[in-house]
T-cell receptor, first 118, second 114 residues
Framework: AQKITQTQPGMFVQEKEAVTLDCTYDTSDPSYGLFWYKQPSSGEMIFLIYQGSYDQQNATEGRYSLNFQKARKSANLVISASQLGDSAMYFCAMREGPAGGGADGLTFGKGTHLIIQP | EADIYQTPRYLVIGTGKKITLECSQTMGHDKMYWYQQDPGMELHLIHYSYGVNSTEKGDLSSESTVSRIRTEHFPLTLESARPSHTSQYLC?????????????FGSGTQLSVL
């Protein structure tokens, strides 16, 4: 079963609009962390934002915020006032605690290709 | 800024050749990782290391091998490259044990096997 599900393969958004990228996850471990990374066409992975399973408040980093709904196992990324430079692939990823089993590292979703139109 | 470097950035090579993808980090991180990524697809963990002389296989089976003789260096080797190995290979590292430790990524190596 997929541990990270991103249901939007691609999105087109007008510049300056807000955009929400969906991410749902599956784990039985009470301790886990959720990450969002941006991958421009150049290929590097850029860390955007982190949310821990025990964090009481939604994470924010500049124009990025994370809409964390624990009961729904949802961790959507919200980008406010989108810019042309936001065009890229966006990946949601999870790290489980020791109870999660499996190999170390982050488990990634399939990604969403976001295109910002002028 | 992340101090993790991968070389070469691009590699085009013929079938049957032995190749080594280099990855080095100057942050003193104990944990290092190799991910494989096909175009437009998710990243799959193929190898990781907790420190010197520690290597483990990841979630995705790979014919590649890795070594960790020095903390800063985590090379990946393919003994006999095949077209099915064509992919992007991303190296990453992190310093702590906590769940919230992010991964720092290198710029990747785009491998094409003809």
């Amino acid at each position: 079963a997929q541990k990270i599900t991103q249901t939007q393969p691609g999105m087109f958004v007008q510049e300056k609009e807000a955009v929400t990228l969906d991410c749902t996850y599956d784990t039985s471990d009470p301790s886990y962390g959720l990450f969002w990374y941006k991958q421009p066409s150049s290929g590097e992975m850029i860390f955007l934002i982190y949310q821990g399973s025990y964090d009481q408040q939604n994470a924010t980093e500049g124009r990025y915020s994370l809409n964390f709904q624990k009961a729904r196992k949802s961790a959507n990324l919200v980008i406010s006032a989108s810019q042309l430079g936001d065009s890229a692939m966006y990946f949601c990823a999870m790290r489980e605690g020791p109870a999660g089993g499996g190999a170390d590292g982050l488990t990634f979703g399939k990604g969403t290709h976001l295109i910002i139109q002028p | 800024e992340a101090d993790i470097y991968q070389t070469p950035r691009y590699l085009v090579i013929g079938t049957g050749k032995k190749i080594t993808l280099e990855c080095s980090q100057t942050m003193g991180h104990d944990k290092m990782y190799w991910y494989q990524q096909d175009p437009g697809m998710e990243l799959h963990l193929i190898h990781y290391s907790y420190g010197v002389n520690s290597t483990e296989k990841g979630d995705l089976s790979s014919e590649s091998t890795v070594s960790r003789i020095r903390t800063e260096h985590f090379p990946l080797t393919l003994e006999s490259a095949r077209p099915s190995h064509t992919s992007q290979y991303l190296c990453a590292s992190r310093g702590g044990q906590a769940t919230n430790e992010k991964l720092f990524f290198g710029s990747g190596t785009q491998l094409s096997v003809l």
